[in-house]
Structures are given as structure tokens and as C-alpha cells.
């Protein structure tokens, strides 16, 4: 299902679809456990995941002080922050508008990267596309309804999360992508931090789960499995058959599934303007980030931290074999 011998757009679906299933996934979870449950058992049977693919792999964890204090400010900011954020958030609105406001991630992240990032620059297409996508979450809102039409508070939680990614991935970026270690590895290193810091949270604020039922403890372990360990697999085959634009757009269609989902699976009830909405937060997000020639065509940056891997496998391999 991960490997290349599936064709990627079969693999891109899928990707779609387990995360798109998490909004569904935390729903569930929310009904009998404090979102900080919900979140943490989400991380443990997601790095169990990693970890069993990681020894299976015979793969190790990275060495060094410096680069698991990295790992445990991107793990606050990517994991702990957006998961409980969300767990939160859906404790006040649906599913779908969760999932809604998750496609406002690339919105959130292009003005901490501009103002970050040496290599990224403020346009005039990026500053229209940040427009666009503003319309279009006052049009989820339905701000002319008013702002008590719906869960303000439900609302800031779900674009909270969004803004925790909006600083995790040009964290990640500057003090992560280029290091020596492969993606798995690092990722296995996240969760790990995310998993102890989320263990002392709630280990502090939350009160012990009452009518826990199968549904609920599924629902997290389906979370761990399918919206952490099988996502990231998914996303690394995909970003190697067909560069990381390709693989990002993932953000577009995920909304598709979670509203399908919801609306389905949960009986969520569904405005006209929420869908109206998020097709106009999604086109001003590829306005803002994105070119047509852009497309399938990793960075440099990235090209060569992909030439760096490869060779310090073979001399990894090399060494082996000797």
C-alpha cells in the first residue's frame, strides 16, 4: 500500500484519506475522553508505529543534544499544540468545519516563513492569495450572520491549531530538513518528544475517562495508526516518486474527505457556505504558495539534502558490507 510498486495517485488518495479521517477519528474520541486524552493516546500508538517500522527498517534514532531539542520545540508546535488544539475544537463545532479550518494551514504558515526564511519572499501573487483565503474564512464564518452564529470559541481553537502548524513546518524547515538523519528517524524523534511532553499535560490536567466504550479506543488507536504512522509513510513514498509540491496539495483534498466523513458517518449538518467557503480558503492557499512550474519539481534545498541521505547511506552500506 506505501510502496512503489501501488501508482502514487492511488497512494495520494489514501493519504487524503487517513488524514482526512482524523477529524471523523477525534469526534469519537471526544465524546468519552478530555481532548488531552484523545491527543496523547493518538501519540502513543503513533510513535508505536513509528518505531516498530523504524527497528523493522534497522534505522536508529538521532544522536546529539542539540537536535532533540529542536525535535521537542517542533514537536510542541506540530504535535502537541494542533492535535490538542483540534481535540479541543471539536468539542464545540464539527468535524467538517475542523476540517475546514485545517486547509488554512499553508495560509498560516507563508507569513511566518516570509518573515523567516531567506529563501522565501513576500509577492504580489502570495500577498493576493493570502487575501483570498481571508474571504474566504470570514465566508465560513458566516460573519454575516454574526459572530454568535456559530462556536467562536470552537473557531479559534480549530485556527489555533492551524497557526501552531503555520510555525512548526518553517521551524521543522530551518533547523530540520537539512540534517543528515533520514525523514523516518526524525519523525520517530518527534513523537517520541511529543509523547512525553503531552504524557506530563495530562498527567496534570486531565481527570481519569468515564464511559469509555470499543468505539472510543478505536477511534484513538485508528488515529495513531492511520492519521500518524500510515500518513507519514504515504507522504514520504509520494514525495519520492514526485517531488514534495505534489505531496503538499494533499492539504487541498483532505476537506473533501473529513466533510464526506462528517456529514456520513456523523450526520453533521452542513451550511451552504461552509463548502463555499473552503474552496475559496484553498484557491487563495495554491495562489499563495504555489507555481504552475513548481509542481512536482522538489527545491534545491531539498534535492540536495536527498543527494546527502543517499550518500551517507552507501557509506553506511559500504561499511557494512566490509
Keep these: ?78 504535535n502537541v499544540a494542533p492535535f490538542t488544539l483540534f481535540a479541543y475544537g471539536e468539542q464545540h463545532v464539527s468535524s467538517v468545519l475542523a476540517g475546514i479550518w485545517n486547509a488554512t494551514v499553508p495560509l498560516t504558515t507563508l507569513p511566518v ?75 520517530t524523534a518527534q513523537l517520541i518528544c511529543a509523547t512525553v511532553e503531552l504524557a506530563v499535560l495530562t498527567a496534570v490536567f486531565a481527570d481519569a475517562p468515564h464511559g469509555v466504550a470499543a468505539k472510543h479506543v478505536l477511534s484513538v488507536v485508528a488515529l495513531g495508526v492511520f492519521g500518524t504512522g500510515l500518513t507519514f509513510l504515504l507522504n514520504l513514498s509520494i514525495i519520492r516518486d514526485v517531488g514534495a509540491t505534489v505531496a503538499s496539495t494533499v492539504a487541498y483534498v483532505m476537506p473533501i474527505f473529513s466533510t464526506l466523513l462528517g456529514v456520513l458517518a456523523l450526520g453533521e449538518p452542513l451550511t451552504w457556505y461552509e463548502p463555499l467557503g473552503a474552496a475559496i480558503i484553498i484557491a487563495g492557499a495554491v495562489l499563495a504558495s504555489y ?18 541521505r543517499a550518500a551517507l547511506a552507501r557509506g553506511a552500506n559500504h561499511v557494512r558490507a566490509r
Excluded at 2 to 24: D, I, K
Excluded at 141 to 155: D, I, K, M, P, Y
Excluded at 160 to 183: I, Q
Excluded at 296 to 307: D, H, L
Design 291 to 308: 507555481s504552475l512550474s513548481s509542481v512536482g519539481k522538489p527545491p534545491a534545498s531539498e534535492r540536495e539534502a536527498g543527494a546527502r
Design 113 to 187: 516563513a516570509i518573515l523567516w526564511l531567506a529563501d522565501e519572499r513576500a509577492t504580489a501573487r502570495r500577498l493576493a492569495g493570502l487575501a483570498v483565503g481571508f474571504v474566504g474564512v470570514l465566508i465560513v464564518l458566516g460573519v454575516w450572520r454574526g459572530l454568535g452564529a456559530t462556536s467562536l470559541e470552537g473557531n479559534l481553537l480549530c485556527l489555533g491549531a492551524a497557526a501552531s502548524y503555520g510555525l512548526g513546518f518553517p521551524y521543522a524547515r530551518k533547523y530540520l530538513a537539512r540534517r543528515p538523519e533520514g525523514p523516518l528517524a526524525l519523525a
Design 1 to 78: 500500500m506505501v510502496g512503489g510498486s501501488t501508482p502514487w495517485p492511488v497512494r495520494f488518495v489514501l493519504l487524503a484519506l487517513f488524514w482526512g479521517s482524523t477529524f471523523l477519528f477525534i469526534k469519537i474520541g471526544d465524546e468519552a475522553l478530555a481532548p488531552l486524552q484523545v491527543s496523547f493516546g493518538r501519540l502513543i500508538v503513533g510513535t508505536a508505529t513509528l518505531l516498530a517500522i523504524l527497528a523493522a527498517r534497522h534505522e536508529s534514532l538521532p544522536r546529539g543534544r542539540r537536535i532533540w531539542v529542536h525535535l521537542a520545540i517542533a514537536a510542541i508546535l506540530l
